[in-house]
């Protein structure tokens, strides 16, 4: 503690004149107990949420990128329909999604998830659309429980 004295003696004596300062050590070995049996620093811990780390289970870029004629033979797989009958239809859903998010719009598309735009910025002849997708837990495992499905499919089709 360091005494700030402010008129009167330099005994040491307790003055009603005198303040008294913490210093950074003394707050840092601060071990008083408070009403309840806690320090002032327990009782500052005990009031803070556990935080939990996130893990990424696969990094981005990691996977190669979904041309559209992969989605077309996806989609054929999973309906049990011809390509040449899904396309319009995958196509038409291309559009209508492209549309909703040049106009901002936030979308709710279970079990792909929630899907916000957060920034548009024009460049040269295009425009940069950032959005953040929101997906449940029950989500991501169907979409894997679909996905071995349809890898299954694919190799049962190609034997």
């Known amino acids: 503690m360091t005494k700030v004295t402010t ?28 009403p309840g049996g806690t320090t002032p620093r327990s009782r500052a811990a005990a009031a803070k949420p556990a935080l939990s780390v996130v893990v990424d289970n696969v990094p981005v870029g990691a996977t190669p990128e979904l041309k559209k004629s ?37 979308m709710n598309l279970q079990p792909l998830g929630k899907i916000k735009v957060t920034r548009v910025k024009s460049a040269s002849g295009s425009r940069i659309v950032t959005a953040r997708f929101r997906q449940s837990q029950a989500s991501v495992d169907s979409l894997a429980a679909v996905t071995t499905e349809l890898k299954e499919q694919l190799a049962e089709d190609e034997d």
């Open 7 to 34: 008129g009167g003696t330099d005994s040491g004596e307790t003055n009603s004149d005198e303040i008294v300062k913490p210093t950074a050590k003394t707050r840092a070995d601060a071990t008083t107990l408070r």
């Open 70 to 106: 992969e989605l077309l033979d996806r989609v054929a797989v999973l309906s049990g329909l011809k390509r040449r009958d899904i396309k319009a239809t995958v196509e038409a859903t291309l559009n209508v999604l492209g549309e909703a998010i040049g106009e901002s719009r936030e």
